[in-house]
């Protein structure tokens, strides 16, 4: 039997389903080598000669397709569609013929399927073909730069600033987006601005409102009416005249669908509708298109089968009418110059199942699994038809002018079905118009002035991110999500409310990289190297004097940087940043003089936390902050006296805190206390501040040993303590609250936990059997925050993902993550080791994966 090797098992599961027993289906578990994490595995010297590795948790597996391959001297890569996919195959292969599991007569041969269905797998081994060189040339040519960026770029990071962690080739011009952004938004000055709007009344007593659009015979443009006075004034000149409808336009317009998805439009429109993430986005797709429902997920092409086309048309007519079906099928271009991946564009395998029909449990599988197959249908159905009207309001005299426009669907076409979602909020004026004729007259049921400021750039969401990049040329579809994911992981980028704010380390490393390394993170210069890139993957240059002009210029800037010395980085970094650290102050005063001794200078430091900004004298004064804004804002203000001390309020590299007296000889660590999650340095008074600085509190004596029971705020929350045992506490205020008995119940139920008295803690969600090896997979409360339980393998959630959230597919993928960082193997796995042994055993568990 032949072997086929595809990536996963449940792709294998599912391929095996079609291929049945005439051929052994394997999973490699993605990629079985990689750069071996050191100095030299890319040969700068030598025609940049690459060293490979298979690594430790995949040995295994290439072993399993190595005994396979003794049975039967054929082997079939059958990988994903795009450039990762022939890499894959190509380290396989590779691998094999190493350990001599390939001989010369061992026909290899590779497929490709673009949707995992058993027409299009059978067809496809039909038609087999050699593996790409181009293509796999152009994954060296990344892998290497990658190498070469990190490997050299990254210790520079170490040495000049403490706390970055490294810094990578797309990742920083990422990240360079959204610091650049996040100094717009402080640099922004809000305009004020008025607008006037009238509520009207038709002859027929229906009300429709209209804006102001001239005063004094002369159009009003956006800031015209720049204050309260203006506004009202022209309030008065509404209200002081009799108001005629002057001219009713009614005009035809029509809306066509958005183009069916890629994988960008996918990722964005999944953050604007469910606000997924980029990275569970694809995890998500990637499950729906190794169970067969979807086409392959990675692709920047926006075409369609001829067939698919057919499918949809038909599926349209069955459903929604044949007026809902164009008279010629919809034609939709790429504007790519290179399309790198997959042609065609991601859609559903079977037109005719909608997500109900299918029968997915997963929630996030049924939610984008609908969203691909609505806008795959959406966009082969007949335009929306509609009509906008447009209405002018004046005066006799023409003093004022006003407008009101609306809009009437006369046909839904596509919108019965999908329509796209925005990043930002606009106005459409799509209300509806009541009947309105040409020179009757409006009465006025109100005319009300509205207060605007401009606002400044919204931060980028996931969605926005991957479009700009996009647009910019940064990347390819199969990096969006995991660069995304990297500079959080890094902690550069932290997501709140679905928007991305740089942290201060991010906006150091980014500002570093612009002073020293400006050209590698232009974003002209990383689109030039991503067109240079998919020149190789074409055939038409070669990867290795691509390399080589590249290595020449970025050694060379490595190294002029490594002689500084990290007193002159700083220096330099403190100079870039000075407009945002040190803003002018109203009074005049030097802005670098520092609020607590008056007498030091302010400078931009570095710790293993990130950046902060610090007195000059130190020791002899302690003050810091966070980057950005001056001490006003960051709160640091005395709060009073207690028993003859200072009690001041400070902001800290580690956040706001509160402290008692100053740092004096004798005392060189007066008391501090950080402030609690959820209290905020506005409400902070001196009762507060003493509250805090009491901590620990004693509740009361243990009934048992008289020993005293504790309440505290430590590193990692409220607890409370008797002896050396530690609870944790839920909330913060339990620490001020808490008495003795709630005290000695929550010891005792830590201590029973400790013991293995007491039954397991109940899951905070269930989520059933893992897919592929079986036990049960739970969320859990741990003491570092919630985490999914699997066995013996424990995976921490990502900060932005709440348990009740998670997903199984979400839960599989930590899970794995969390085994190949520990580099231990599936519990399931261990028991087919002893089947290897007979030969026949061990093909049947093969064909099984």
């Not at 009207?389 to 006003?402: H, K």
């Amino acid at each position: 039997m032949p072997v086929v090797v595809v990536e996963s098992p449940a792709k294998a599961k599912t391929i095996n389903k079609y291929l049945g027993s005439d051929y052994t289906v394997l999973a490699s578990y993605g990629h079985v080598r990689d750069l071996p994490p050191k100095d030299g595995s890319v040969d700068t010297d030598n025609g940049f000669d690459m060293t490979w590795e298979v690594a430790t948790d995949s040995r295994k597996h290439v072993k399993a397709i190595a005994d396979a391959l003794k049975d039967d001297n054929s082997l079939i890569l059958a990988t994903d569609p795009d450039r990762e996919g022939e890499a894959i195959s190509w380290h396989l292969k590779e691998a094999l013929t190493k350990r001599k599991s390939i001989k010369k007569d061992t026909a290899v041969s590779r497929v490709t399927f673009n949707a995992i269905t058993k027409d299009a797998v059978t067809e496809a081994m039909k038609n087999p073909r050699d593996i790409d060189a181009p293509l796999v040339e152009a994954y060296l040519a990344r892998r290497a730069l990658d190498y070469l960026v990190g490997f050299n770029l990254s210790p520079v990071l170490w040495r000049k600033l403490p706390g970055a962690r490294s810094a990578g080739r797309v990742q920083s011009v990422c990240l360079r987006l959204i610091v650049e952004r996040e100094m717009e938004i402080e640099a922004f000055r809000a305009r004020e601005y008025w607008s006037v709007k009238a509520q009207l009344k038709t002859q027929r007593n229906q009300s429709f409102e209209a804006r102001l659009v001239s005063l004094s015979g002369k159009k009003l443009d956006r800031y015209d009416l720049e204050n309260e006075t203006q506004a009202e004034m022209a309030v008065q000149a509404v209200k002081s005249r009799d108001l005629t409808v002057t001219s009713v336009e009614a005009k035809p317009t029509s809306r066509n669908p958005s183009a069916p998805f890629m994988t960008s439009t996918l990722q964005q429109e999944a953050s604007r509708k469910f606000g997924m993430g980029a990275k569970v986005c694809m995890s998500t797709a990637q499950r729906l298109y190794e169970a067969g429902h979807i086409t392959y997920m990675r692709t920047d092409g926006i075409d369609m089968a001829p067939e698919a086309v057919s499918e949809a048309r038909d599926a349209i007519k069955d459903r929604f009418g044949a007026e809902y079906v164009p008279s010629s099928p919809r034609i939709y271009k790429n504007k790519a110059k290179n399309a790198q991946e997959a042609h065609e564009c991601i859609r559903p395998t079977d037109m005719t199942k909608d997500a109900g029909a299918l029968g997915l449990r997963d929630a996030d599988q049924k939610k984008l699994y609908d969203l691909i197959w609505k806008r795959t249908l959406a966009c082969q159905m007949e335009a929306a038809r509609l009509e906008r009207t447009t209405v002018e309001i004046g005066s006799r005299d023409g003093e004022v002018g006003l407008r009101a426009t609306g809009q009437v669907v006369l046909f839904d076409g596509f919108l019965r079905v999908y329509e796209e979602g925005r990043d930002d909020v606009v106005d459409d004026d799509d209300k509806r118009l009541p009947q309105i004729m040409e020179g009757e007259k409006t009465a006025k049921e109100g005319v009300t002035p509205e207060q605007h400021f401009t606002q400044p750039p919204p931060r980028y969401t996931e969605a926005t991110l991957v479009k700009k990049m996009e647009e910019l040329g940064i990347g390819r579809p199969s990096t969006y999500a995991s660069v995304i994911s990297t500079i959080q992981d890094r902690e550069y980028v932290r997501k709140d409310k679905n928007r991305l704010f740089p942290e201060d380390k991010g906006r150091i490393v980014t500002i570093f990289l612009l002073n020293f390394f400006k050209r590698y993170v232009e974003y002209d210069f990383t689109a030039a190297l991503e067109e240079e890139l998919d020149d190789v993957s074409a055939g038409e240059a070669d990867y290795k004097e691509l390399l080589s002009k590249f290595w020449r210029d970025f050694s060379a800037a490595i190294a002029e940087t490594s002689e500084l010395r990290i007193a002159e980085v700083l220096d330099v970094l403190d100079d870039a940043l000075a407009p945002q650290l040190y803003p002018p102050k109203e009074d005049g005063s030097d802005p670098r003089i520092c609020p607590l001794c008056g007498e030091g200078s302010l400078h931009l430091k570095t710790s293993r936390s990130g950046g902060f900004v610090g007195c000059s004298r130190y020791p002899e004064c302690r003050y810091t902050r966070p980057i950005g804004g001056d001490a006003a804002e960051q709160g640091d203000r005395v709060l009073g006296e207690d028993n003859g001390d200072e009690i001041s309020l400070r902001s800290g590299r580690f956040g706001p805190y509160v402290q008692r007296g100053e740092v004096t000889e004798e005392n060189k660590k007066p008391p501090r206390a950080s402030l609690p999650k959820g209290w905020s340095p506005d409400d902070m008074d001196l009762e507060k501040a003493l509250t805090l600085l009491s901590l620990p509190r004693e509740v009361g004596k243990h009934p048992e040993d008289g020993e005293p029971i504790e309440a505290g705020i430590g590193r990692y929350g409220p607890f409370v303590k008797h002896g050396k045992l530690y609870a944790n506490l839920k909330e913060v205020d339990e620490v001020f609250e808490i008495g003795i008995n709630r005290a000695v119940d929550v010891l005792a139920e830590k201590a029973a936990k400790r013991g293995g008295g007491r039954a397991a803690a109940k899951p905070l969600k269930e989520l059933g059997e893992h897919p592929e090896a079986g036990g049960a997979m739970n969320v859990m409360d741990g003491r570092y925050g919630p985490y999914i339980k699997w066995e013996k393998v424990n995976a921490t959630l990502p900060k932005d993902v709440a348990p009740e959230d998670v997903t199984v597919a979400m839960a599989v993928e930590l899970i794995a993550e969390k085994e190949a960082k520990s580099g231990k193997g599936k519990k399931k796995a261990a028991p087919k080791k002893k089947a290897a042994a007979k030969k026949p055993a061990a093909k049947k568990a093969a064909a099984k994966k």
